[in-house]
């Protein structure tokens, strides 16, 4: 036997954090799917009634989730690097903090002309 074939096994074990990719069954993308299309169909449902002052945040949390989905199954994310997820979760955090300083200003702004 050649010593080319006597490698050490262990050198493989971690193999799947170095970038293997995890592969899912057919029908968790067809759940998956199935999941986005029924959130659409809310949506639109929801999309329907009146809120108040909520009918951003109902919209935005089924946007949320739609999007989380997406991220964890198509975009892989769920059986990644959690490096990966840590990053987009930090960058929405991030955008959600400037539009949230933005919107206040904005508010401050048709405030100061409402009294002039």
């Not at 010593?3 to 170095?18: F, G, K, Q, T, V």
């Not at 199935?34 to 949390?61: C, D, E, P, R, Y």
Request: proline fraction near 1%.
């Amino acid at each position: 036997m050649s010593s080319s074939h006597n490698h050490n096994h262990s050198d493989h074990s971690h193999s799947h954090e170095a970038g293997e990719h995890h592969i899912l069954p057919f029908d968790v993308y067809l759940k998956v799917f199935g999941s986005l299309i029924f959130l659409t169909i809310i949506t639109v449902w929801v999309a329907q009634f009146n809120f108040g002052a909520f009918n951003g945040l109902v919209a935005m949390g089924i946007a949320t989730i739609k999007a989380a989905l997406v991220g964890m199954y198509f975009m892989h994310l769920k059986h990644d690097n959690k490096l990966y997820s840590t990053i987009l979760v930090g960058s929405v955090g991030f955008l959600i903090l400037f539009w949230f300083f933005t919107f206040f200003d904005f508010v401050t702004r048709v405030a100061e002309k409402s009294t002039l």
